[in-house]
């Protein structure tokens, strides 16, 4: 605050609108606020973000306007430092850690029918007959931390069990790995199953896995691969129409 | 900027070899001896206590001459740089890299073509070195043709102290004339004759001629710096099957008679001087007749070698990161490697080598990026493993736990930056991305690194009055060749 305004305030009333002074503070404050719930993203202080929010909301702060401007603000500037290669994997997800620890905060407090959040879904998997997630596993962290809400089957599902879930969650995406060779069939059988149950065209299927290559996804008809985990984040941000 | 450090040097000799590899020097310097060429240091032996042939030119030099040299040479050696944050410390801990240098050739930056190096081409070597990690000393890289002959390595220092603020190492003084007015350019830059020899700016490599000889007019050059408290090297590179026995022993023990009795005159002529030893041990390719600079054999000597100078308390000057290759590529890589590795796990004090292909002839800009990322990678390499409570991690195995995920975990973060090599030029995407990204070559990206390098200006420009005080002693130079 500068000093005039110091000197105006301890008059009682802000300079300009004749607003009692306590109050022009307090909109002071929550902007300050969403500055330091951002900045706390960006520095990664998973530690002391629970206590931040708390005392965010204590003083007034929009819990929706401390997730979009802050901690949604935050993870963004973090995932584009990360893809100019100033930041590394650990960095993005201990980011999206701590952004996690303060919408777990600040949640449970916006208001029911206040413009709820948007979150797209995936619902990832690795086959049936393959027990292989270690890349899948990197996907879904990936995701995560580009904000993506990620519900992570885990390994060897059947095209039944990932359908079901995936209508039940109204996923956007599903994605689905598969190391072997031997195992890549089960991809195809998961996307004709989508075709025959006339679910297909309801999300979007993208396959990933040593073996798979972009004529094999198009072969399937799925809706794309991607060489490794930063190119499935591209991937999955066009196909729910953000990004190139 | 201090070199890489080195946490404990892999050895290549055992104990006993070391000494074995002594005493058979000084055995044979004492029975076979050396020829040496220079009146100067035949006087000095000779008064010392040497047995000296007039003749041949052949002095036989006792054992307790040699290791009174030995105690006498001086054991701290920094080569200074016109900028102090670029010293380069060679005690003993530390690998220092060095471009290679003198090459005749250039590839021409824009046009590609292959020809003879001009001044232009120096400079641009010099500015690319400024950009690398790990560059500590500075060779000219190549020489300036489109200047006279005369004055050629008078030009070369000139546009070196022009472009780079390193220490600059050259190995074209070859009379004790060049020496003189090498000396008076560094004295220039550096402000008098004391602060030269306090903190030296410029060294001079000075070659032996295996087997067993040194050329007179090399050592008395050597002599004139010494004088000036100029560090140098005596430069031995026995070739193992022609001008050096085969066997890589042998022919460390021909190098190590070369190095002592120069050692020796350089202690007779100046007491106290400082002298590196330097080494290039490559065989001779016996299928091609070239010189098989990115050979392991040329790698492996020289760690051989660094562990007998430091057994002398002497620092080293290695050849290695070379390659006979004619082009950037696989070839190029393996070669340097080869040649590179086990002179930095070694801890050899400097390494000379990178940025020319065609065993040191031929300048590739490109190949300077290349290399500074493969001596990052063995850098990494040298460094170990860090086995502590902290490196352990065992608090956060147990947070984790099973099944778990390390990368969201402060300790990853914290360590992920020295724990890791992270490429610089190395490109580890998928197929798709670097496919999507025009599918570049290696070549391509340092390509792209190295326009940006040519695009910064020097750093610490000389001084216009300085420049002046160099052009006056070149032109001087160029009067007498008249």
């Known amino acids: 605050m500068s000093n005039f305004l110091a000197e105006v305030c301890a008059k009682g009333f802000s300079a300009r609108r004749g607003v009692p002074c306590h109050r022009a503070a307090e909109v002071n404050t929550t902007e300050d606020y969403v500055a330091r719930l951002k900045k706390a993203v960006i520095e990664y202080d998973m530690e002391g973000m629970p206590a931040l929010a708390k005392d965010a909301l204590d003083h007034g702060l929009d819990p929706l306007q401390g997730i979009e401007k802050g901690l949604a603000a935050g993870i963004r500037e973090v995932g584009q430092r990360f893809g100019a290669g100033d930041l590394f994997l650990p960095e993005l997800v201990m980011a999206a850690e701590t952004m996690r620890a303060g919408v777990a905060v600040l949640e449970p407090h916006v208001p029911k029918g206040a413009g709820a959040r948007v979150t797209h879904k995936v619902v990832l998997a690795t086959v049936q007959d393959d027990i292989h997630e270690i890349g899948k596993n990197l996907v879904a962290t990936m995701l995560t931390a580009n904000g993506f809400d990620v519900i992570d089957l885990g390994v060897n599902q059947s095209s039944d069990v990932i359908l079901k879930k995936a209508a039940d969650e109204h996923a956007e995406i599903v994605g689905v790995s598969a190391l072997m060779t031997t195992s890549m069939p089960r991809m195809k059988e998961l996307i004709n199953a989508a075709a025959s149950k006339g679910v297909r065209a309801k999300g979007k299927f993208v396959i990933g896995g040593a073996p798979v290559t972009e004529q094999y996804a198009k072969d399937i008809g799925s809706d794309g691969t991607a060489g490794d985990a930063s190119g499935a984040v591209r991937l999955a941000q066009k196909l729910i129409g953000k990004g190139q | ?482």
Not at chain 2, 47 to 56: C, F, L, P, Q, W
Not at chain 2, 302 to 326: E, M, N, R
């Open chain 2, 1 to 482: 900027m201090s070199g890489i450090s080195i946490r404990r040097p892999y050895p290549v000799l055992a104990k006993d070899d070391i000494g074995r590899i002594h005493e058979a020097a000084l055995r044979e310097l004492e029975r076979i001896g050396v020829k040496v060429g220079t009146a100067k240091g035949r006087a000095l032996l000779k008064k010392a206590g040497a047995t000296v042939d007039e003749r041949t030119e052949v002095v036989k030099i006792p054992a307790s001459l040699v290791e009174e040299a030995i105690d006498r040479t001086s054991k701290r050696i920094v080569l200074a740089g016109r900028n102090p944050e670029e010293d380069a410390d060679l005690d003993r801990q530390h690998v220092h890299i060095c471009n290679d240098g003198n090459g005749p050739l250039a590839i021409d930056f824009e046009t590609g073509e292959r020809r003879l190096s001009t001044a232009d081409d120096l400079a641009k070597s010099a500015l690319v070195s400024n950009a690398l990690d790990n560059l500590h000393v500075f060779w000219p890289m190549v020489t300036s043709q489109d200047e006279p002959a005369s004055i050629r390595t008078y030009v070369d220092l000139k546009v070196s102290f022009m472009h780079t603020d390193k220490h600059v190492q050259f190995a074209t003084a070859v009379t004790p004339e060049n020496a003189r007015r090498l000396i008076a350019m560094a004295v220039a830059v550096a402000g008098s004759g004391e602060a030269l020899r306090d903190r030296p700016i410029v060294s001079s490599v000075h070659t032996s001629i295996a087997p067993l000889q040194h050329d007179g007019g090399n050592m008395d050059t050597a002599f004139v710096f010494g004088e000036a408290g100029v560090p140098v090297a005596i430069f031995t590179m026995p070739g193992p099957g022609t001008s050096g026995p085969v066997t890589l022993a042998g022919a460390i023990v021909v190098a190590a008679m070369e190095f002592l009795s120069g050692l020796t005159m350089c202690q007779l002529a100046n007491p106290g001087c400082p002298v590196i030893w330097g080494t290039g041990i490559a065989p001779l390719d016996m299928r091609t007749t070239t010189r098989a600079g990115g050979s392991p054999e040329h790698g492996l000597t020289g760690a051989a070698v660094t562990q007998l100078a430091h057994a002398y308390g002497v620092p080293s000057l290695c050849g290695g990161f070379d390659a006979t290759a004619s082009v950037p590529g696989t070839q190029a890589a393996l070669e340097q490697f080869a040649s590179g590795l086990s002179l930095v796990l070694g801890g050899a004090d400097l390494i000379v080598g990178t940025g020319l292909l065609e065993d040191a002839r031929t300048l590739w800009l490109e190949q300077l990026f290349i290399d500074d990322e493969m001596v990052s990678m063995i850098r990494r390499i040298a460094e170990g493993v860090i086995v502590d409570e902290v490196h352990l991690a065992l608090d956060v195995i147990e947070k984790v736990g099973i099944g778990g995920m390390f990368l969201g975990q402060r300790h990853t973060v914290d360590h992920l930056r020295t724990e890791h090599y992270l490429p610089k030029l190395v490109d580890r995407r998928s197929f798709d991305l670097w496919a999507a990204d025009g599918r570049k070559t290696m070549e391509q990206r340092a390509r792209e690194r190295v326009r940006e390098a040519l695009a910064r200006p020097p750093p610490h420009p000389l001084p216009p009055e300085t420049v002046r005080e160099l052009d006056a002693i070149i032109d001087a130079a160029r009067a007498v060749a008249r």
